[in-house]
């Protein structure tokens, strides 16, 4: 079992930054390739960003690519989503996900995904 911890939302202005952290616990974070979703009212969860077990290799959606850049340290166990150029668009409640990964396979479809944190709300205001 992994347990994810998001934290690093908030309300910011267009135009400005934000960084999430997802915090994991149990078993070796290094097994897993890991991912940022969001989901905003009355929509469906959508993939945003994910990295690869070794760091490797990420992938983004098309409409943050350029604006968000995903890591991850493995030794602190911790992954991130560093968010700039925001936009009242990428207002969303912003999900970890952790699913087993291979090698540099990078996983973008919610179903690879076993776990998940509790959500972070991102506002951004225009």
């Known amino acids: 079992q992994v347990q994810l911890v998001e934290s690093g939302g908030g309300l910011v202005q267009a135009g400005g930054s934000l960084r999430l952290s997802c915090a994991a616990s149990?078993?070796?974070?290094?097994?897993?390739?890991m991912g940022w979703f969001r989901q905003a009212p009355g929509k469906e969860r959508e993939f945003v960003a994910a990295?690869?077990?070794?760091?490797?290799?990420?992938g983004y959606a098309d409409s943050v690519k350029g604006r968000f850049t995903i890591s991850r340290d493995n030794a602190k166990n911790t992954v991130y989503l560093q968010m700039n150029s925001l936009k009242p668009e990428d207002t969303a409640v912003y999900y970890c996900?952790?699913?087993?990964?291979?090698?540099?396979?990078?996983?973008?479809?919610?179903?690879?995904?076993?776990?998940w944190g509790q959500g972070t709300q991102v506002t951004v205001s225009s």
């Open positions: 990295i690869s077990r070794s760091g490797g290799s990420t």
């Open positions: 149990g078993r070796t974070f290094g097994n897993y390739g």
């Open positions: 996900a952790g699913g087993v990964g291979f090698g540099f396979v990078v996983l973008t479809s919610r179903n690879e995904y076993a776990y």
